[in-house]
């Protein structure tokens, strides 16, 4: 398998969305007798046109990060012709399978979904990657769409939960929308904390990332405020929706845990190294904040 795939990523992307629609909609479908617009077959289906989005951006990214990857001493890339050709093979397959999904859900907005995202992916790694937070925020946002369209391809069943059972859908609509916060917030501190550990590579190529144009000091004080909100944004979350069960008391315990950890290390990061050990932890804490937002209250 190509370098670029990241098969870890594509493995959480994947157990995600996944998991996400059976907690939300296949677990409630016979509870409110309201049938889920997607099938087995067919959320496997979007959960790997979604993967393919994630591999055509991990290869177009590598492409255009040539050099800055070279400086890092990282190599992903070894035939640029073979990986281009990858990559539009990745995003035809793709774009097929969303026509597929899009007709037999009956949302048709799915069409137009997979090649704007294509298009904004591109953008980002040829123009945006390497401009203050703009190249962050879209990684951020392609993060939150991995449950976040779920909202659109279960919109039938949705239409009827919010007729037939109100209170129950209000209660499923702020987890779902709780994944897609968490899933933005924490994508968007990583990204951050990933631009003060190639803060160095991204110079030599000519990237504006946060820290090359204000330096150092105040994009680790950025990152440090990101974490501090998703952090904050947990804890409101766990207010409201407390419970002394120890199987969601443990997932939450973990994941306040790293996340205060990650922190630590970052208010002492100063070399490479330090924010490669934060970026870690980070990641770390949002496979723990998956696990406990899936966890049932």
């Known amino acids: 398998m190509h370098r670029a795939f990241r098969i870890k990523n ?5 157990l995600t969305q996944w998991a996400v629609w059976y907690m939300v909609f296949d677990k409630n479908s016979d509870v409110v007798r309201i049938p889920s617009a997607m099938s087995y077959l067919e959320i496997i289906i979007l959960g790997i046109i979604t993967t393919m989005l994630a591999i055509g951006a991990y290869l177009i ?5 040539l050099e800055a990857d070279k400086y890092n001493g990282i190599e992903r890339v070894k035939d640029k012709r073979k990986t281009l050709l990858t990559y539009w093979l990745v995003n035809g397959v793709g774009m097929i399978l969303s026509v597929y999904v899009a007709l037999k859900t009956q949302s048709l907005g799915l069409l137009w979904i997979y090649p704007l995202a294509v298009l904004v992916l591109y953008l980002y790694s040829r123009l945006l990657k390497g401009t203050p937070l703009m190249g962050n925020f879209i990684v951020s946002l392609f993060c939150a769409l991995v449950p976040g369209i779920l909202f659109l391809a279960e919109r039938n069943m949705i239409t009827e939960w919010k007729v037939i059972d109100p209170n129950g859908w209000k209660d499923q609509r702020e987890l779902l929308w709780m994944f897609v916060l968490f899933s933005f917030l924490s994508s968007m501190y990583r990204e951050q904390v990933k631009d003060l550990e190639d803060a160095e ?12 144009v204000y330096g150092e000091e105040r994009a680790r004080a950025l990152s440090i405020f990101s974490g501090i909100l998703l952090l904050i944004s947990i804890v409101i979350y766990a207010a409201y929706h407390w419970t002394m069960d120890i199987q969601k008391s443990i997932p939450f315990i973990v994941l306040m845990s790293l996340l205060l950890w990650s ?3 970052l208010c002492r990061a100063y070399q490479r190294s330090q924010y490669r050990k934060a970026s870690k932890i980070i990641k ?3 496979i723990a904040g998956l696990i406990y937002l899936l ?3």
């Open 10 to 14: 594509l493995i959480i992307i994947l």
């Open 61 to 65: 990214n590598d492409v255009y990060d």
């Open 201 to 212: 590579g991204d110079k030599a190529a000519g990237y504006l990332t946060l820290p090359v």
């Open 263 to 265: 922190l630590q290390v």
């Open 284 to 286: 770390y804490a949002m």
């Open 295 to 297: 966890m049932p209250v």
